[in-house]
């Protein structure tokens, strides 16, 4: 059986985003493996699965504390429970989201948010023919996202606004207390320079989705790996 050592974490390594990625990217794996009944996993099992080396995951889980068998491998229950607890994962995590056009409303009928335990709590639009309050994700007027965010303990946002709106709407989330954002818009969002005070405390993290732009870059690596230059 693996070893959990817990509280013995090395912050500066659990911190890096990539290594944040990675444990997440383990946790979705082992919670797929439990469900078809496996107790225990290999270091060269789930680096296959996140396509890294067995040495990097045995050195993620030994920053975590967690040793594992050499012959029997790691407990995947107890894996999974440190990883949760590590990355914070409750039972339920909420997000709102701004812009319900085709992206937008792509998202709030994504059923496998509910499966990983994401709840989109609310949405936001300026457009009044997509405004339902009683929907079974509530659309609102972009108006009441303030007021909307002082009332609920929300601190993720999803922005899916034309790119005329990306740069006014991020200020207003940023103000409102969002603190991580997924962005759609074509627009590079930065939270550099845009709290109320200069020494804020909660830095924001974006991460930017350009479809356009990783869909360009999958064909320019296609057309190269064709030419030979690149492996």
């Not at 797929?32 to 396509?51: E, M, P, Q, Y």
């Not at 607890?85 to 992206?103: E, N, P």
């Not at 009044?128 to 996202?145: A, T």
Request: hydrophobic fraction near 40%.
């Amino acid at each position: 059986m693996s070893n959990v050592k817990k509280g013995a974490i090395n912050t500066a390594h659990t911190t890096s985003r990539a290594t944040v990625l990675r444990l997440a990217r383990y946790l979705r794996v082992l919670q797929k493996l439990k469900t078809v009944g496996i107790i225990n996993v290999f270091s060269n099992n789930l680096g296959d699965a996140v396509a890294v080396t067995p040495a990097i995951v045995r050195k993620d889980f030994s920053i975590l504390g967690i040793n594992g068998n050499k012959r029997g491998g790691y407990n995947i229950d107890l894996l999974i429970e440190e990883l949760r607890r590590v990355l914070g994962k409750t039972d339920s995590q909420r997000a709102i989201l701004v812009g319900c056009g085709r992206i937008g409303g792509a998202l709030l009928e994504y059923k496998e948010f509910v499966k990983d335990g994401i709840e989109i709590a609310a949405a936001f639009d300026t457009n009044p023919e997509k405004l339902n309050p009683d929907g079974r994700v509530p659309v609102l007027p972009v108006e009441q996202l303030p007021e909307y965010m002082a009332a609920n303990s929300i601190h993720i946002g999803i922005l899916a606004v034309p790119e005329s709106a990306a740069l006014p709407v991020f200020d207003t989330m940023v103000k409102a207390g969002i603190r991580g954002f997924l962005n759609f818009t074509t627009v590079e969002l930065k939270c550099t320079g845009r709290c109320q005070y200069e020494e804020c405390p909660h830095q924001c993290i974006v991460q930017n989705v350009n479809i356009s732009l990783e869909l360009e870059s999958l064909f320019y690596l296609v057309n190269l790996k064709e030419r030979g230059m690149v492996t």
